[in-house]
């Protein structure tokens, strides 16, 4: 079992930033990718972000330019710097961990809530 618990989630205004973090505990697999899915009120989940343990990233095009993930192996710990928010980027963010090689199952965090508004 991998435990994560995500905070820094909150209230901005357009424009503005926010820094999420995720920090995993428990059973975990060096071999790993964390990242950062979003869901907004009725929509699917969808991936914001990911990043390997060797540090290869990939981000949804929405989010390219604004958003920036990295982690701190020894913390076990993934974070997602997301600048120019917009309304759009309104939704429930996940934090997501996953092993690298099979068998590839993955846990989920309970989510933090992005609001962009003025």
């Known amino acids: 079992q991998v435990q994560l618990v995500e905070s820094g989630g909150g209230t901005v205004q357009p424009g503005g930033s926010l820094t999420l973090s995720c920090a995993a505990s428990?059973?975990?697999?060096?071999?790993?990718?964390m990242g950062w899915y979003r869901q907004a009120p009725g929509k699917q989940r969808e991936l914001v972000a990911r990043?390997?343990?060797?540090?290869?990233?990939n981000y949804a095009d929405p989010v390219k330019g604004r958003f920036t993930i990295s982690r701190d192996n020894t913390k076990n710990t993934v974070y997602l710097q997301m600048t120019s928010l917009q309304p759009e980027d309104t939704a429930v963010y996940h934090c997501?961990?996953?092993?690298?090689?099979?068998?590839?199952?993955?846990?989920w965090g309970q989510g933090t809530q992005v609001t962009v508004s003025s």
């Open positions: 428990g059973n975990i697999f060096n071999l790993n990718i």
């Open positions: 990043i390997t343990t060797s540090g290869s990233t």
């Open positions: 997501n961990w996953k092993r690298s090689i099979p068998p590839q199952y993955g846990y």
